[in-house]
């Protein structure tokens, strides 16, 4: 869930002049590296600030990820001593734990789910960019399921699903249609499993598709207007461009929850029918925990990390000095 | 590189630590609250009754039963059991046995049962040999059970079905098998299998189930026809990638989509495992003829069919090597991080008497382990209309075991997901075969980094 | 190019064409366009309107009628069933016991942490905060198993300081959040209050935080929100029924009873209920923080 959004401080500081000022040692306006006796004592009174964040970075961010590289060289079932297994746990994943399936699993999970998504969402804002009365009410309804806990709104959707109990299937049948198996079916399975993870966020990715819609001047349409662009135009040829950011934003971070995926699949499908939904996240999780063989889940952790670093960096590279965060106070 | 070496020193640390020590003897033999895990919900009804007689016998030690769902048992003990925790006193069934023998996760109580001069020849023999590894038992043997078929009287009477007394197939020819199942597969028109008019895709009731699980489905089947999952105890590697296998699966798989006279995997839960008991709800609800199962669901399906109709049972159809049931039979195992030893050695006393195993058999939840007592469990069904012989009749024949080797549960569970394809639509011998071999390796994997 | 930050009721339309024709064209343009949101409205509604009446319902009902009737009569044996046998309260407690300890821990620090790198100069300042940002690139998923050994080793397992410890000293996300929010606060003001004495806490506790709250609330709902739905960790960290937060309660709930849907749907109402009803109190505000952001 939560997004990964960055300013670089190089950008900060470039923005705002450097000032000269009558100082009392006290303060100086540098970024840092200017040590003298004020570096200590400023660094002194800075520590109580820092040490509660920092233990919590350093212990519960940057150790795991340490400690989880050498678990993969290990063997090891929790219970027995571990013993060193070298690179082994990371031919084994793939030979035994499927975990060539899980990824491609994985892909083809992000690829039902996120292009859909974030076509919709750019649909939904060019719906509820408008001045008309009510667009409020949408706004909120589409936003709801932001907040819902997954693990929730995957039990709703496991019983509307159902097919022989859910809302789904008795709608069908009305107008006479049997309806397929969905969760209970290799093919409708996984499109189940995104159109609920669409549905979850699919508002969350609208209200920035919606901010930058409404970021654009006026006076670009009524120029085009003017031109003789009817608003499909207008849309192709104005909007779209000038959201190229938002949408890459969009798409990006998309991707990358896409790949943590677990609860919503957990509750509906836990990786079945067969194997068809088994996810690489899921399948660290059994590995993990059903097989007891830590070593080779901890290698496709990292197979996993690996896959979303790409797209994180890239992500980070590309933003680090597109995106603000501001407030209105 | 000395850095690596620390980083690769302190993870060996964390693995190595192990979680104290183990206090057999410990706690006092009168007062102490007893936690006690299982899985089945019918059977703790039973138990609840016959703790409640030792409670009354004991009035300083107190019981607490935890049941936890049958997929999830061994490893949410499991994990309990790496968090150093875990209840005092728990079921164990053979899949994890092995596994559990090897982790040192349950007491070797034999000392305290020649202290305690308790006649282990009471038992049924194959359940104590079971139960021992390298001179070690692990529990006292309470209870044992067999797979037969359930079948719906009423649906036969009225159908003009024969009750097979012995029926057979192969996996050339479905025999007499596969007659009586398309006779009991009936569609929305009242048409059976048998005809050419049956209409496959408008199906009211199927002739049976069959899920994808070693005990109560493929196992049985798969022995009858020569084929064992691992070749001995303590075995390395499976065996039951074989083409005789193969064939049995693709029996199986025809009786779903060729002959359709099995109900579709899909209708018994995730991969066709049945997590949920399904089959007695569908038995009940008419949509299945016969329900293939082990003597313990009879309480959750007599609950279910309630006063539908007569619920009668016949031993399995005999294969190529003649007619085999999965046999089986629990123990109670003693956790040793326990604090409360002596009042848990009290309690697995009860469980394995004699008394405990009437309360249980005249309840008629399963066949007490002390082969006298048989005639309870039997009598007590025989009253309420379920004739229990059937069983019977199959334990006294071939049995196989459920596979006993460090590993297997995990094993059994990668199986059930690779052959889920199997159970959930049609496919041809090749695939099928694809399948199972798959299978064989995954399975294979597990038992090679679970051993020692 | 440095737009202001934009407000969302003012919206940019393309300009309307010629008169006349195009009213009566426009009336269709909108009743198409309401027809629309309303229907996808729906899709978003639907399951939770469908959820409430089931979980009023019992199961005969549920079995017997079609989803979308109403209850005849508020039937109150799901919930109670769900509290007692079920073991919600406890899950309940639990949940609100570890997320409010995480929130609050979670806000605390973070602002503590935000203060200093925004307005404190220290040796080493910006190069401490990339790595916080760095952090922002380790997803979830990956700490998950060398957190349960580092857990396991500290004989921590099964306890609710497992369930909040991970995220309670601080967040860098919030952290980069409140950093940005703090720095737009003027330097002046700062300066003015070291010039005449005041110590760092108190400049951050009467003059930082008063200014702070917007960012603050976000962070306390981004925390609580975060914490009342985690799923995976505690999952792994906790294994008796005693600890359970909702997520697990609700998840095993469901895999045990299979198809009682009066009993599971309620226990997700029950799960629900709390977000619910936050959502409705500051939900422009929550709207408001999401859009503010600006990416260009």
Redesign the interface.
Known sequence: MPVTRVVSPATESRRRPARRRKDSGLVRESSGGHVGQSGLRAFLSALPFLTPSFIGVMVFLVIPVIVLFVISFLNWDLLTPATVAGFVNYINIFKFDNAAHSLGVTFYYVLLNIPLQTVIALGLAVLLNSKRKGMGIYRVLFVAPYLSTPVATAVIWFWVFDPKLGAVNALLAHVGITGPQWLSSTAWAMPVVAFVNIWQYVGYNMLFFLAGLQAIPRQLYEAAELDGAGPVRQFFRISLPLLNSTTLFVLVTGVIGSFQVFDTLYVLTQGGPGNSTEVLNLRVYQVAFSDFRLGEAAAMSVLLFGVILLFSVGQFLFFKNRITYEYSA | MSVWVATLAAAGGIAACSSGSSAPNSGSATHAHLTYALWDTNEEVGYKKSIAVFEKAHPGITVSVVQIPYPNYQEKLQQEFTSGAGPDIFWVNTPWLSTWIKDNLMVNLAPYISKAHIDMSQYIPSLVSLHTYKGAIYGLPKDWDTIAVYYNENFFAQHHIPVPKTWSWSPTSGGSFLHTLQLATIDKNGVNATSPKFSPTSVATYGAELDNSMQTGWGNFLAENGVYTIPKPFASTVSFSTSKADQTFQFIRDLMYKYHVLIPGSELGSNATDPSSQNNALFAAGKIAMQIGGDWETTGTFADVGTKFKIGVIPLPAGPDGTWSVFNGLIDAINPHTPNFKATWELEQWLGSAASQKIMGQGGYVWPAIPGLDSLFAKYWAGKGVDMSGFLTESKGNLTNWPNTPGMNQGLTDMQRDMGPIWLGPGSLTQTSAAVATAAKDANHDLATAGG | MS?P????D??????PRKAGLAIGGRVIK?SV??L??SI??L??????I??VF?AFKPISQ??TE???IPPKSLYLHNFSYDFVSGNFLRYLANTALVTIVLTI?QVV??V??A??FAR??????????????M????????????????M??A?L??TYWAIF?????????T???MR??F??IP?EVI?AA??DGCG?WRI?ARIIVP?SK??IVTATL?AF??G??N??WPL?VT??QSHYV??IG??NF???I??Q?NY??A??VI??FP?AV??AVF?RH??R????????
């Open positions: 737009a930050a934009v407000r969302l003012e919206p940019v339309t393309p300009a909108v366009l309401y629309i949101l996808i409205a899709v978003f509604l639907v399951p939770y469908l959820t089931a549920i079995f079609p989803a979308w821990g620090f973070s503590m942490g203060y200093a404190m100069h220290f040796p080493g300042r910006d190069k401490l905060f990339w790595v916080y940002l952090t922002l690139m380790v997803p979830n998923a990956v700490t998950i198993i060398p957190l349960y050994a580092m396991r080793m004989h397992l099964n410890l991970p995220y309670v000293l601080g967040a860098p996300y952290i980069f959040l940005q929010f720095r737009n330097q300066d070291r010039v760092e951050l200014l917007p960012v981004i929100v975060f009342w739905n799923f995976l792994i294994n008796s909702l997520t609700l998840a469901q895999s045990n299979n198809s849907w599971s749907l226990a997700s799960t629900l977000l936050i959502f939900q929550i709207i923080s999401i859009s503010l952001t600006q990416i260009r």
